[in-house]
């Protein structure tokens, strides 16, 4: 690499390190098959991405940005399902049917009581009475 090309893009870019991260960015793009911005004249795909850098036909704050954006892994959020969930004891016929005609049988606490005093308590042995 030419000295005068990497002075010429401190220039742009302050910090030495991130002018390495995005030059190798920027090859590793023209290496994909990005289309270069200045003439390449012999030169290997690092010093044509400092070249463009330092011409300033390659803005640095878009190449930091997509090198974000490449770096970046996808993170499906998890929401909750919008079908119904079938019922863990349910057999193979009852999933079949529509979750959704489900009836729960309503009880009030006035029938709860009846039910109750209509109980016989469980017959017990005599040592049970001592």
Same mark, same amino acid.
């Given at each position: 690499m030419a000295r005068v090309t990497v002075e010429d893009c401190v220039e742009k870019v302050d910090n030495r390190f991130e002018l390495v991260l995005l030059a190798s960015?920027?090859?590793?793009? !023209?290496s994909a098959g990005s289309q270069i911005t200045? %003439?390449?004249?012999?030169?290997?795909?690092?010093v044509v991405a400092l070249r463009e850098i330092a011409d300033s036909t390659i803005s640095p704050e878009d190449l930091k940005e %997509?090198? !974000?954006h490449s770096l970046q892994k996808h993170v499906d959020v998890d929401e909750p399902e919008a079908e119904p969930v079938p019922m863990i004891g +349910?057999?193979?016929?009852?999933?079949?049917? /529509?979750? +959704?005609?489900v009836e729960f049988d309503r009880m009030t =606490? =006035? /029938?709860?009581?009846?039910g109750l005093d209509g109980l016989? #308590? #469980?017959?017990? +042995?005599d040592d049970d009475a001592d």
């Amino acid at each position: 690499m030419a000295r005068v090309t990497v002075e010429d893009c401190v220039e742009k870019v302050d910090n030495r390190f991130e002018l390495v991260l995005l030059a190798s960015h920027r090859a590793r793009m !023209i290496s994909a098959g990005s289309q270069i911005t200045v %003439d390449r004249d012999r030169d290997k795909n690092p010093v044509v991405a400092l070249r463009e850098i330092a011409d300033s036909t390659i803005s640095p704050e878009d190449l930091k940005e %997509d090198l !974000i954006h490449s770096l970046q892994k996808h993170v499906d959020v998890d929401e909750p399902e919008a079908e119904p969930v079938p019922m863990i004891g +349910s057999s193979a016929s009852a999933s079949a049917s /529509d979750d +959704s005609q489900v009836e729960f049988d309503r009880m009030t =606490e =006035e /029938d709860l009581l009846r039910g109750l005093d209509g109980l016989v #308590p #469980p017959a017990g +042995s005599d040592d049970d009475a001592d």
